[in-house]
C-alpha cells in the first residue's frame, strides 16, 4: 500500500494553461504539506496544512493554490502556468501539526512538471 | 534567518569507502535535525534523525551526531555500498517546517 501517493507522476503542459496535482495519504497523517524542487535538486516549502487548515503559505504565486477537501487531501491547483514553473512538485504528511519542527515527513514519490 | 549549509557534491567513492558528508546549520533555539535520502527517481525517505543535542541518529549503517557547540550534524558511514548511492539532504526542522540543504550527490563504484 503506498503510503503518499501523487497524480499524475508525469505533467508536460502549455504555457498559460491551468492544472491539478493531487495528493492523498493514509497514513491518518494530521498535516501535509507541498514542496517544489528545482533542476538543481534544491527543495523548498510551499505549503502546510494541519487538519484540513493553512499553516504555512511561503510567499507562492497567487497563482498555486492549494485545498484540502479533508484530512488525507491536500490538492495543489496551478493557474496561467509559467517557464519557471517547471519542477518536481512533493507531496509530504506528518503525524502531528509540525509545531516543534520535529516530526517525520513522509514524502510521495513527486509529480515532474514540464511547461512548454 | 534559519539556514543549512552541507558540502558541495557529487561525491565519488569506492565500496568500502568511508563516507563523510558535512552539514553545518545556523539557527535560533534547538532544532531538531535530520538526514533525508533521495533515491534515483524516488521521492524523499528519512534516514535518520536527533531532536536534541548530543543525540545520535542511526540508520542502515549511516550515523550523525546532533553538536550543538559546532552546530553539526555530519552523515558518516563506515563502509558504503553501490546501492547507496543517491542524494542525500541535511534538513533542520523549525516551526511546521523543514528547511532543507542543497542536497549532495553520492555515486559509489563496484
Known amino acids: 500500500d503506498t503510503a503518499v501517493s501523487q497524480t499524475p507522476k508525469y505533467l508536460v503542459t502549455q504555457m498559460g494553461n491551468d492544472k491539478s496535482i493531487k495528493c492523498e495519504q493514509n497514513l491518518g497523517h494530521d498535516t501535509m504539506y507541498w514542496y517544489k524542487q528545482d533542476s538543481k535538486k534544491f527543495l523548498k516549502i510551499m505549503f502546510s496544512y494541519n487538519n484540513k487548515e493553512l499553516i504555512i503559505n511561503e510567499t507562492v504565486p497567487n497563482r498555486f493554490s492549494p485545498k484540502s477537501p479533508d484530512k488525507a487531501h491536500l490538492n495543489l491547483h496551478i493557474n496561467s502556468l509559467e517557464l519557471g514553473d517547471s519542477a518536481v512538485y512533493f507531496c509530504?504528511?506528518?503525524?502531528?501539526?509540525?509545531?516543534?519542527?520535529?516530526?517525520?515527513?513522509?514524502f510521495g514519490p513527486g509529480t515532474r512538471l514540464t511547461v512548454l | 534567518g534559519n539556514s543549512v549549509t552541507q558540502m558541495e557534491g557529487p561525491v565519488t567513492l569506492s565500496e568500502e569507502a568511508f563516507l563523510t558528508i558535512n552539514c553545518t546549520y545556523t539557527?535560533?533555539?534547538?532544532?531538531?535535525l535530520f538526514w533525508y535520502v533521495q533515491y534515483p527517481g524516488e521521492g524523499l525517505q528519512l534516514l535518520l534523525k536527533?531532536?536534541?543535542?548530543?543525540d545520535k541518529g542511526s540508520n542502515k549503517g549511516f550515523e550523525a551526531t546532533y553538536r550543538k557547540e559546532t552546530t553539526s550534524f555530519h552523515l558518516e558511514k563506515g563502509s558504503v555500498q553501490v546501492s547507496d548511492s543517491a542524494v542525500y539532504f541535511c534538513v533542520y526542522g523549525s516551526s511546521y517546517k523543514l528547511i532543507f540543504g542543497s542536497g549532495t550527490r553520492l555515486l559509489v563504484r563496484p
Open positions: 539557527a535560533t533555539g534547538y532544532p531538531s
Open positions: 536527533a531532536t536534541k543535542a548530543d
Open positions: 509530504a504528511s506528518s503525524q502531528g501539526s509540525g509545531l516543534a519542527g520535529a516530526d517525520t515527513q513522509y
